[in-house]
């Protein structure tokens, strides 16, 4: 059931309206009024921010859903930034459990049955090895010289739209050619990795940095140990509350 719906969409003065109907309206306490991706937002650019509600009787029980729209700061680590200013601040939510998230290491997400691939395999091959571990990132090398990443997306890109079913109609004999490109002509050259006891914050920062979405882990020898990707840090976040579990294999 729907206890709220607040717009943020005012655009002046402190009252905030819950567009539901319940009457859960509120105050603003901070930000400034801005333009958003509909109408108007307020932009929180302050840890003392907030909006509070007029009614402090709502109770959302142990289990309840809570949905924003939020435009992040371009700037490098802001992210992990506003994600610490979460975590590290108090609220007054019915069932709420206090976490430690950073103190979550690159160690206690990855993945460390990572996937390997050479160089000059091919696209048709690197795509099976995908399919066959269910995972969306490959490593490009060996554990003690990584040469290079190759994320689902690089596959994608990479093979003709015309061997989806979609467009089969239109499929040519060279479109096939392109399941023979070498991952070496496509993967990511660049390889940027954390250490196993890289904090999460740092890991956040990195890939905001660097506009990554996996970052190899290294152990103390230099050898690859396993891949932390986003969504992996999404699901440890979301796993710190008991109320909430994720099922499945995320990469």
């Known amino acids: 059931m729907l206890i709220g719906h607040w717009r943020l969409d005012e ?4 009252s905030v309206s819950d567009s539901s ?24 650019d302050d840890s003392d921010d907030e909006v509070v509600m007029d009614n402090s ?17 371009p700037a ?15 609220a007054n939510l019915p069932g709420e459990h206090s976490v430690e998230i950073l103190t979550i290491s690159a160690s206690d997400i990855m993945h460390k049955d990572v996937t390997w691939c ?6 048709q091959q690197v795509q099976a090895k995908m399919e066959q571990t269910n995972t969306g990132y490959v490593l490009v090398g060996s554990e003690d010289a990584v040469e290079g990443v190759v994320s689902k997306s690089d596959i994608l890109g990479a093979v003709s739209v015309y061997l989806r079913p979609l467009f089969s109609k239109w499929h040519r004999p060279l479109d096939d050619a392109t399941l023979q490109i070498k991952i070496k002509w496509i993967m990511s050259k660049s390889v940027h990795t954390v250490k196993e006891e890289t904090p999460l914050s740092v890991i956040m920062d990195n890939m905001s940095q660097f506009s ?9 020898q230099g050898k690859i140990v396993g891949i932390v990707t986003a969504l992996d840090i999404f699901r440890a976040l979301l796993n710190r509350d008991p109320n909430i579990s994720i099922a499945g294999k995320t990469s």
């Open 212 to 220: 990554v979405r996996a970052l190899p882990v290294m152990d103390q």
């Open 57 to 73: 009787e709502i109770n959302l029980g142990p289990d309840f859903t809570l949905a924003c729209w939020i435009k992040a700061e």
């Open 118 to 123: 050479a160089g000059e395999d091919s696209v």
């Open 76 to 90: 490098a680590g802001s992210v992990s930034q506003s994600i610490q200013k979460m975590t590290q601040s108090s």
């Open 11 to 14: 655009g002046i003065g402190t």
């Open 21 to 44: 109907g319940f009457g859960n309206n509120g105050v603003k306490h901070g930000g400034s009024w801005t333009v958003g991706h509909y109408g108007n937002a307020i932009s929180f």
